[in-house]
Each structure stands twice: as structure tokens, then as C-alpha cells.
């Protein structure tokens, strides 16, 4: 499962880079893309404003199959203040902005990745693919002068023999 | 103009004799590392970053005004000297204290690390003279 949550990040970082290379963060010192997964970092770390914040919740497991089948739900969850210059007023702009580079990084064919374990110095590809569904957005919810959305990922993957 | 700078320079040395008198102590506050550029490994974490402990003082924990609930962990105040906290972000090559509490790992009270939730600050004339950090115990030290 780990592997196919570690997948499906890379995948989700690298595609939202090329969709918009300017969407970046500072985290620690360092500028990275613009998307982090929040059990990875630090428990005090803040969650970052203007950047894709991904947290995993449900997991399902179907053995019906030749392979356990393992579905798991992925919020994203991002949010913009505006900019300082526009008064802020330019929130709702920004915010749809993130919702085209989701859609478009996420719903991008194909909708599949092979999966790979990053355990190791150099990732090694599995023998299955993680793959995933549509975007499902919640509501924009207001909190003081931010507007934030949480929006959903389905993502699936085949539990390999002797993987953790 | 100088004797608002005066007057700030004043606050300041009273906020420092005051936390010293009033059991002023020193508590460490604990810094990550900065996170290594193109490191996936940190990105998916399982790498972890080094840190490092740096000392703040004078301090006063304000134990007396705890909310302590049931099964939820203890919040407590933490008044900082901002001579201390100034130091602190020159030393350290942050661009503002505000930017340095939040980038804490936490601080490291009695040999307890104690998570940042906020920090405000009291000034006059623009500079601040002392620091107000509010502390969460870990929840594993919840009664």
C-alpha cells in the first residue's frame, strides 16, 4: 500500500510541475513543487497556502481477485488567501486555477502509473500499476480570508506477493 | 523618534529583568534541519531531517495558567524575551521571528518536546519586547 501511495505522489508532484512550474513552496529551506503529503512531513509543520496538501484516509480491500485489490481515498486539500496586491480579491480566481491544474494533472491519460518502490538508493518498478479516478471536489468552504477545498482522488492498487 | 526608540530599547531590558525575577529559566528550542534539495526520500518520509537544539532565555513557563481537559493534552504558555528571540534570528539567518517559530520543530521543556501552536507578540513602538509561544504537551502525556 505504501508503495502505491509513494507512486501515486511522485506521479501527482511531477505532473502538477509540468502543468504549472510556478507553483512552487519553500519547505525547510528548500523550494520544491507546490505538493506535499502531509503524513510525510513534520507533525508541526503548517500547511502551506497556495499549494496541494494531500492527506490519505479510507482504505478498501476486495479479495475477490487473482491479487488483493486495495482502494484508498486521497483528500487534497488546498486553499489561496489572493493575492496581498489585489486585496485578496482575486481568491476565487486563484483558487479555480488550482482546480484546472487538479483536473488536468489528475484526470491527464494516462490515469495509471506503474508502481514502483522508492525504498531503495534507486526507485525499482513492481510488477502492477497504481491507477486512479476522476477528481470528485468538495464544497469551497470559507475560513476568514482564505478559500479552501478538499477534493477527492479514488486510487487503486493490486497488493503484490511479499509487499508490505 | 528617539524617544520612541528609548522607550522600546527600555521595554525590552524590563521585559528581560522581569522574566529573569520571575523564575526565568531556559528552555531549548528545537530546529530541523534545512530538507536536502531533489531528496525524494525526505519528500516521502523516510528520510529524516537533523535538528538541532538551540537555547532560549530568559523564558518563564507559565505552568499557573494551563487548560488541562480530560484525555486531552495539556496547553501551556511560554513568555520569551524578544533580546533572546532577536539573537536567535540573526544567528540562525531567519527573516523574521515569525518565520522561525513556525519553521520549530518544537520546544524542549524538562526534557518534554512541546509543539508550537501560536505565537503572538506584545510591542511598543513597533518592536516587539516579548514573545508569547502557546504550548501543546504531546498527547501520549494526556491523562
Redesign the interface.
Known sequence: MQNAK?TF??TL?DRLAAVNPARTMV??????PGV??E??????A?QPVDAFCLRWTGSRLDMRGVLPLIAMDCEIRYGSDGNAGNGGMDRGRLLAAMDAELVAAVGAAPQSAAKMN??GAA?VALGTRVFWGDVAFGAATVNGERLERVATVEVFCYQEAGEL | MADLLSASGAAVRAADVLLRCAGGRAVMLRM???????D??E????AV?GFQDVELAPVAFRAARARVAEGKAARWELLVSASAVEALVGSLGYSAAAVLF?????VLVDGVLM??ESTTESQIGGAPYVYRLMLRAPIAAAV
Not at chain 1, 519547505?27 to 520544491?32: A, K, P, S
Not at chain 1, 503524513?39 to 508541526?44: G, K, M, P, Q
Not at chain 2, 530541523?32 to 531533489?38: C, I, N, Q, R, V
Not at chain 2, 519528500?43 to 523516510?46: D, I, N, W
Open positions: 509513494d505522489y511522485v508532484r519547505l525547510r529551506g528548500v523550494t520544491r506535499l503529503v503524513e510525510n512531513e513534520l507533525a508541526s503548517y522508492y525504498t526507485p | 530541523p534541519a534545512p530538507a536536502s534539495a531533489a525524494v526520500a519528500q516521502l518520509g523516510s531531517p513556525a519553521e520549530a520543530f518544537g509543539t508550537v
